[in-house]
């Protein structure tokens, strides 16, 4: 049975290509992740009963986006690199992964840490703890230019708090001519 991907970190190496789809290295993963990506993504909130009437539908909620994502080049031979990320025209964040499983978080919110598993089927899972939720993350590819993603937020008492549901399609710049 295959074990999951943990700390095996990559070099630079050159953009990925069609032949390494899907990516099964964090490395490649992260380098696959670059691009522009148009999102569409639906948020729920789990375990809460709706108030009044008129909020009968105040537990989910839908929207498009676009997000940028830039790799961010090992900084040392132990690190697979990272990512930077956000919402177009909004400032980003950035995940520096470690070859050990971990990574860090930083933004306008502050800096967190995490861990990470890339699992065989080619899925990265990020879990970032609190003192009162966990968020897990599952980011995976069904094709080179369309990328899905869950997350989950479970309470320390074990029930689900938010959840979300995200389909992105890289955008590809057409060759001109």
Not at 23 to 37: D, H, K, N
Request: charged letters at 25%; one cysteine or more.
């Amino acid at each position: 049975m295959s074990q999951p991907s943990q700390g095996r970190g990559e070099g630079p190496e050159s953009a990925p290509q069609p032949t390494d789809f899907p990516p099964v290295e964090i490395g490649a993963f992260l380098r696959f992740c670059a691009g522009e990506w148009m999102a569409l993504r639906s948020r729920f909130a789990l375990g809460e009963a709706p108030g009044e009437a008129d909020e009968a539908d105040s537990w989910h909620h839908s929207e498009r986006g676009e997000l940028v994502v830039t790799f961010l080049e090992p900084s040392s031979g132990d690190s697979p690199g990272g990512l930077k990320l956000g919402p177009k025209g909004e400032a980003p964040r950035q995940l520096l992964f470690s070859g050990d499983g971990h990574f860090t978080v930083g933004g306008a919110a502050g800096e967190q840490e995490g861990s990470w598993t890339l699992w065989p089927d080619g899925s990265l899972e990020l879990t970032l703890s609190g003192d009162a939720t966990t968020v897990r993350e599952r980011i995976w590819f069904t094709k080179p230019n369309l990328r899905l993603r869950s997350t989950v937020e479970s309470r320390a008492d074990g029930t689900p708090g938010r959840a979300s549901f995200s389909s992105e399609i890289r955008r590809v710049s057409r060759p001109s001519g």
